[in-house]
């Protein structure tokens, strides 16, 4: 689509739009939270991996006795990646922030990180005894429930916090101690952050008490009940995935990645149905969620974001522009790998009305389709996070742990995908052809 169909307002607009969409992508707790959840995720796809060999393949070949002492290498990779979740992404999200804010020190946000994030935990548990009946209360222990997946965004939330208060309080230069310059930096910075790591940790301690002696309860079940379960019951919803999902995908369209709502509003909530689904289907439980942060992207990412394989194999097969072809021949390797950054650019998808249709829409098709067909119990829900750039099919049989129907499915997804995206794909060839003085 050339400017020359933009209307001026319309262009205003636009440039509007695109100025807030990228101002908010470079927003430096957003930010973070996408660079914290990036460096954990190689974590959580060892679980699935974990999940898949302990469920999948050691029962093809193991049994009884033997079955059971091969399972215990995955229920060890298991306690120490699900298990820990939220253990790991508070001092990541500490890091990350601290490193964006230009902190001198963010090491020590770490430290304050998970301090903090233990100080608010319940200081006494009600567990049930191996072979008992009743509960007991326990104290001095730490409970893979607020740890783990369950804890995932009081984690977030923690980290975000106790990073801000250590860096506001650490820049009061009345708290510095300094010990000069013939000390090593390492012994020069744990002083100069000493007076503002205690008034911290000493801030969460006091919220701790208020909770545990006012309300009976701890910061970490106040924020999983009343703001982790309400928004993921809306946002991990199928209408809030279409909405979110595709209103990243559309931005995608003005050039701006889709991580920027993608990856702060959904993602972090997808991936706590997934670690719950991977958890259950490790212990041989019901698998809880449909919609997860595997099911998303194996079926309304085939290709790369907007699904755009299909327009690959339609531009193959149909496209009489040789530019396109070319683009395409390009665009093919990557994008079996889900990076299609290529076609987006090069062909464009870009600012051209015709594509950004399709681009937006098939992506949400396919969500839909898969949806029903695993409501309907016609396949698996998924329960193995395996990495993004996993191909197509493969995708697909991997993530509901070998469920054949799912490439179906995916391949469904996928021919539906060639025709949905043909008619646009001629309007923008009649279009640049008309741009080009061709009628």
Known sequence: MSDSNITPKMQSFVDKFVEFSAR???QVHLRSLRDAFAAVMPIFILAGLAVLINNVVFPWVL???TLARFKVWGEAVINGTLNIAALLIAPMTAWSLARNKNFDNPVSAVVIAIS??????????DVMPVGGKTMVSVTQMLAFTNIGTTGIFAGVIIGLLSTELFIRVASVKKFAISLGENVPSAVGQSFSSLIPAIITLSLFAIVAALLANLLHTDLIHL???LIQQP?????????????IYSFGNFLFTLGIHQTVVNGVILEPLLLINTNENMLAFANGQPIPHIINSIFVPTFGMIGGTGSTLSLLIAIFIFAKQQSAKQVARLAISPGLFNINEPVIFGLPIVFNLPLMIP???LPALGIWFAWLCTTLGWISRCVVMIPWTTPPILSAWLATAGDWRAVVVQLIII???VFFYLPFLKIAERV???NNGID
């Open 432 to 434: 640049a052809l008309r």
């Open 223 to 225: 924020i999983t009940t």
């Open 359 to 361: 681009f937006v829409l």
């Open 415 to 417: 021919i539906f995908g």
């Open 63 to 65: 049994e009884g006795e």
């Open 116 to 125: 903090s994030f233990i100080i608010m935990m319940p200081m006494q548990l």
């Open 231 to 243: 928004l993921r019951q809306i946002n991990t919803s199928l209408p809030g995935t279409l909405f």
């Open 24 to 26: 908010l992508a470079n």
